[in-house]
């Protein structure tokens, strides 16, 4: 290091410092007093959104479980709940699923009856959500079946091991496991991953893996309201708390399960914050959100972050949706639209 | 009309009628009853737009002048002050402006002192925001010059006329004189249309005159934050009420501004809540809002109808921004950002 670079250096540190210290004044404004309220379901929604966005907050929202084994059975009695909707869904969608293993990790396939012409040489690989503890089985498949019966494409939906069956990094290598096995048989160029939640943060962290690991991308990806920061950061989380009917706080049942999956791993990692990760080089990325998330902020930071690292990256946001509402409904025509929006964006950027 | 259309049509009717009663059903579930919060500046933005966050709500944000001479000292106040910080920005950004009038109405051209060679016979034409009774003169430049110097593009900002000078649709038929002119002497291909808020309106509501009078579009639009709905339909109107530290609340100042423009015209007409407007024809469309914006809602609901009508639309949201929090301070790098990324979005839409 020269003398004028190691001054250059100082002067650096002093004003970022300085930087620092003013953002920290600035951002020790005093808090904004925002009055309670009284919100009512939004009129310009569809009725079957209407149900969805009305619901009071989700019970139980702020139950910590602290082992695998506490978070166990509230798991099970969710998917219990999920499994049940999903012949209907099937049916309504015409999409079949098979339950399958791929290099030793259980996945399902999903296969609309009618497969798009030129989705044919195509596959998509799914990353269900369930913040690392929850939707084992097919209580992780809707939005893979809705992304099979609106886009007419074949998919790949990874059942990853969530505690107590194990923790960090396992639910992050038995997807990385599928997506070497899919890119052995499929052009990459013809794939994309796609998830919701955990889902969305394993999406980009698969991305930022396979750039480390030297794997091939995929060529688009769709994270929806992904959990790209567990570290708390992010305005929403305080905007939208008690108001998004799904996560309903940053200190509720999903942290929890989040810290759980991690077991002592550190939260800042890209692999479970992948808002820090180095978005450079990749793929094409259509995120979705919705007004009333509680990680509103946490899919617009990643929006930004991959418009700065010159990704093309196309955002969609749910008019008085809360977090994942766009998974619930088959028969909600937004649910529509941000699948056929998802599909659209992936043709346009998968080879044929 | 067949018997067996009669009866389709009588069962679509009945269907309607079921769903609007679900709707209403659904709609009026109880609201949501969200507890008052303490909401810090969020720690994820830079320290100028840490500042502008972490203002306090507008003072006076409830004055609700009723006509257009009650407007005017308040408008004459904000000017004023607005008018001060223009020399800096046009210094910062190295911009020069020049009144004019163009077929009687008045006007400034903005000009960077250094065009991009690209933009060499580009020009972009610029409707100001400020509810339709603020910002008269100078005080309707900030953006303009923002566009201008961060994206080295000419501009021209109308400076329409304003209650107490006239109402509807004055401001309007002063934009279209504008467009007029402008397409006479520039093609419409090197075109695009650009404001904010009421800005926003105007360029939304523009094309669709234009459309309606046979007249040249734009190659491209980038309306921010639109006052696309003045009916106060829209869940952010209650979500972000109290939080957005500009427009604070629906029954602010803001509202009462555009009720005095319309001036008994049906706010309803799609010249003034242009989201009710046909958008098929649209030219591509960049929008930007932010996360805490009491027209977060109005922005994401034009962006959806845009896709609906097969117009690419962008939307980018800002991490902790208010309404039009954007305009404010070209020093905070979440303004130039935006501004780079409406100049990209033109470049590749407006012919060279």
């Known amino acids: 290091m020269t003398v004028h670079a ?38 310009d929604v569809s009725p079957q959104m209407a149900k ?7 019970t139980n929202w702020n139950i910590q479980p602290r082992t695998g084994e506490e978070w166990k059975p509230v798991a099970e009695a969710g998917a219990a709940a999920l499994r049940k909707l999903v012949p209907g869904m099937l049916e309504r969608l015409k999409v079949g699923i098979e339950p399958t293993t791929i290099d030793g990790v259980r996945a399902y396939i ?3 009856k009618d497969i798009a012409p ?29 992304m099979a019966g609106f886009g007419r494409f074949k998919v790949i939906s990874v059942d990853y091991r969530m505690p107590p069956e194990a923790t960090y990094p396992a639910a992050h290598d038995d ?8 890119t052995r048989t499929t052009d990459p160029k013809k794939t994309a991953i796609f998830g919701t939640s955990a889902g969305g943060a394993l999406t980009l962290a698969m ?14 990806i769709a994270p929806g309201t992904p959990m790209s920061d567990t570290t708390k950061v992010g305005d929403s989380f305080v905007t939208n708390a008690m108001l998004d009917n799904v996560l ?14 991690a077991n002592g791993h550190d939260l800042k990692d890209p692999m479970l914050s992948p808002v820090y990760g180095d978005m450079h080089g990749f793929p094409p990325t259509i995120l979705t959100t919705g007004t ?5 902020s946490n899919t617009v930071r990643v929006h930004r972050k991959l418009r700065e690292a010159g990704v093309e990256a196309f955002l969609q946001v749910g008019e008085g949706q809360s977090h994942a509402h766009y998974i619930r409904d088959d028969t909600a025509p937004e649910t529509k639209a941000v699948f056929e929006e998802i599909a659209q964006f992936f043709d346009r950027h998968l080879a044929r």
Chains 1, 2 share one sequence.
């Not at 100082?10 to 009284?38: D, I």
């Not at 040489?121 to 079946?145: F, K, Q, S």
């Open 118 to 146: 030129e989705n044919r040489d195509r596959v998509l690989v799914h990353v269900h959500g369930g913040c690392y503890v929850l939707n084992p089985g097919e209580a992780g498949l809707p939005e893979a079946i809705f």
């Open 52 to 58: 969805i966005v009305g619901a009071p907050l989700r």
């Open 6 to 43: 190691r001054r250059l250096g100082r002067w650096s540190g002093a004003l970022a410092g300085a930087l620092v210290a003013t953002a920290v004044a600035a951002q020790q404004a005093p808090p904004l007093e925002v009055p309670a309220k009284s919100v009512p379901v939004p009129a």
């Open 207 to 220: 991305v930022l893996r396979a750039k480390r690991e030297g794997l091939p991308l995929p060529a688009a």
């Open 110 to 112: 999903v296969t609309p």
């Open 292 to 296: 009333r998330d509680l990680l509103l």
């Open 248 to 261: 309903v706080s940053p200190d509720g049942f999903c942290d929890a399960g989040a810290k759980v999956y």
């Open 175 to 182: 997807a990385m496991t599928v997506w070497k096995a899919v």
